[in-house]
Structure formats: C-alpha cells, structure tokens
C-alpha cells in the first residue's frame, strides 16, 4: 500500500463487548485489547446496556492496545494518524447535555419492548407496517432507533421533562461515544454518520438528512437529533481526559458497514457477518433498490463528503452467536463458545432435529415478532451433540434464507462471479472461525464460502475510512485487494442437492412452527 507511514486505530463497540485495534500501513493489526460489558435482561424481551460502562470499555481498551503496542517496540505515541469507530447500531441513547449522564440505560438493538407501540403506528399509519417504506427502506419494526426513541420518550419521565427543558439529545452508541470523546458537556460533537442514521427510521436514503415528514408524523423533536456526516471525512478531534488527546475522529460506520468495506465489496458483491446476530448485505451501487422479499433498503458507505453513495439490501438475522452463548450461559450444554465445534462433529447429522432461535421474534425475511423460539424432531435418540449441530445448522439456514431473497430482489446483481460463474458469500466474524459452521453454509448454500485471513473486517473497515479521510490509504488500496483473496479459505460445498432440498423443506415447516407464540403464558 502507498502512502506515508504510521498507524490508524480503530474503536470496535459491538453487543457484548468492546476493542481498540491499531494496524500498520499494511493494514495489519499489531496491538488490540477487548472488554466485555454486561447484558442487563429486565424483563422477557428486553435487552440493555449502560452507556456509562460502555465509555469506560472505550478508554481501558484504549490505553491497553497503546501500552501493548508500545511493549512490542510500535512508536503509536507519535505515529497515531486518527482513529475511526464502529459500532453496534440501532441501539439507542436519550443523555442530558448538561449533566452528560444518560437519562435511561441504553436500549439495544435486539429489544423487543416496542412492539405494542409497532402494533400501534401500524394501525394509525395509512401505509401500514410499510408507512414509513419510501422514505427510509425500513418497515415499522422494534428493531430500530426511532421506536426505541418514541418509548422512551412516552415512558421515562427524566426524558420527557429533560425534552421539556431542551436539555435532552439522541443517539445512537457512535454518538454517545463521539460526543464524549470530544468534549463532552465542554463542547462535544453531537453527530452520527449516514450509515447508524439509516437504520433510524428517520433518515430519508436519497437525501441522506432526517426526514422531516416522518419526524413529524411520530412526534419527535428535531433539535434532539444529531448531525449526518459522510463515513470518511474528519470529524473532530479527541479532548484531554482521553488516552489518545488531540487525535483525529476520521471515521464512523455502523458495524455491518464497516464489515462491507472491510471486505471490500463493490457493487455487486456480498458478504455476511457472524456476530450476536447475522447480517448479510449486497452492495447495489449507487442506486437503492427496494425489497420485494423482506429485505431492507440500506446504506453501503459514503467514503466522504463528496463522494458517491453506495446501496446496499440487507438482511438482518437477531439470533446467530447468541444462540451458542444461550447453549452456554443458559443451559450449561458447552462451557466456551469454541467447544461447540468439537461437540456439533461428533455427530454426522442433528438426526431430524431443527432448532429456530426466535428469541425475540424472527427478522428478514420473516419479520415476524409474534414468533418464539422452538426445537422440533427431538426423539429419545436426541442428544447434546445433535443439539448443538442443529443450533449452527439454524445459523446457517438463516442466512440462506436471506440470500434467496436477495437473488429474488437483486437478480443477476447478487452474482459475484469468480471468473467461473459462481456466486461466492464472503464472510466475517468471530464465529467464522468454527471450520464446521462454514461448511455447513456452504452445503446448505450450494455455493462456495469465502472467509478471509483477517475475520474481524468491521474493525479493519473502521480504520479504512479513518484512513482514507486523512490520506493514509487510497480507495485503489483498498478494492484492489487481489494480495488479500490469495490467502482466503474456499469451503465448497459437498452435500447432494437432494439432500439439501429435503433439510430446507423442514427447515420451513420449523420456521413455521414458531408463529403466532408471543403470548404463550404459563
């Protein structure tokens, strides 16, 4: 790669925990450190952080990833570019901006408490769940920040009387985290970038500013809001108090965006991430393309002020790696993560078993949050192993049923074509380290799967945006990746069609199973 040198850093915030990662020129990773924060479950459905812990994640992972680049001889002190960020979005934060103390904990993207006010705004909404469609390219969903915003607003009294009082402002974790970094109450930055404000609800996609018919209708005050910028440009630099004071912010993209430019899609090309949920998108160019199939209308990146903006659909699963840590937290089945492997192997089938993990409803393409988790075919031959085969198998499954959408949708645009005329999934994400997991999704798929060196891209595209914006890499560094792919692993598939045509025709008749459960009671 060209360009002077130096290092970029790069802030990870996901769902469950937080890194800072600094790579070279060569967009290696040579020092990083990771905290884990705690998941608070109030009541059935309901997922939240605190903004506070999360901010302190932040500053130790920080100061950590400097101390260990340091100890390995790295001048990072003086050779620090800027930092660009990433992070878990839809998740959603109501602060004061004169105390600089949130209001309520921070309600996450996974939460389900919303969907009476859904039910709701369905009724009233002469467009229905797809009301606010054309504007946004999001159905009425309790995934995203706009009804997250409206409880809080309708239930928390702080927020009320702190709107009341003008001292209230939103935001999703990057604004949360930007605002601080920058000064805080002494001044901060209140922004977010097009990608965390697409999936708002509030964000028009052509105009790329909130829309002012749709915060109109639900009632949200404009001034609460943060300013959209591009992923890439310089957007401020970091306060004392901090670890890394005078530091340029030069980069910010919602996490599945980040993971796009990672991996260096282009128009046409797709990838899925593997992390608490499972995303997949495809790059569309710059023309956003609508969903016939229950698919979202969404945000590649926008690398800069000026530049063009890319497209992309999106399918969007709640449930992947988090079902692993429920076989682990909740039932006691595995006692890490990583033992799910060995466990699903010994067993060459799940032996007619078929797991949804429908915790909280099911996303794309079902969208349906009435529906609940279940666990079909179990017999008294059923054991822990084929348990665990049918938990990565359903991960699996998932996605599939998200690519099918998007080839209904996007025709012969989903194809990435390899010089051989196939389709080919890239992939990212701590669970495609699991070698079974990825052979499954090539079986099930009937297409390759390509997972590169470096699995963790939502970090590595956070430090390409910051990167790109003061100069330290060039776009032509980035999508010019034919040294990259070299060293990728290929699974290909090895399962007859038949067979996978039987296991997706019960895999459906599961799916089907968990409708219509959200109001089982004891």
Known sequence: ??????????????????????YDHDARAVASHQVEFTQFYPEAGWVEHDPMEIL?????????????????????????????LTDQRETTIVW?????LPLHKAIVWMDARTSSICRRLEKELSGGRSHFVESCGLPISTYFSAMK????????????????????????????????MTGGINGGLHVTDVTNASRTMLMNLKTLSWDEETIKTLGIPAEILPKIVSNSEVIGEICKGWPIPGIKIAGCLGDQHAAMLGQACKKGEAKSTYGTGAFILLNTGEVPIKSGHGLLTTLSYKLGPQAKTNYALEGSIAIAGAAVQWLRDSLGIIKSASEIEELAAMVESTGGVYFVPAFNGLFAPWWREDARGVCIGITRFTNKSHIARAVLESMCFQVKDVLDSMNKDAGEKGSLDNGQGEFLLRVDGGATANNLLMQIQADLMGTPVVRPVDIETTALGAAYAAGLAVGFWKEEDIFESGEKSKNSKVFRPTMEEETRKK???????AVERTFDLADLSI
Do not use: P, Y
């Open 56 to 84: 302190e994640s932040v500053k130790v992972c920080i100061a950590k990833a400097l101390d260990k680049a340091t100890a390995d001889g790295h001048n990072v002190d003086g050779g620090l570019k800027a930092i660009g």
């Open 1 to 22: 790669m060209a360009g002077e040198k130096g290092f970029i850093g790069s802030i990870d915030q996901g769902t469950t925990s937080t890194r800072f990662i600094i």
């Open 503 to 509: 296991k997706v025709e019960s895999w459906c008749k």
């Open 149 to 180: 915003l409206l409880w809080l607003m309708e239930n928390v009294d702080a927020v009320k009387d702190a709107i009341k009082k003008g001292d209230a402002i939103f935001g999703t974790i990057d604004t949360w985290l930007i605002w601080n």
């Open 96 to 100: 004061s901006k004169s105390t600089g």
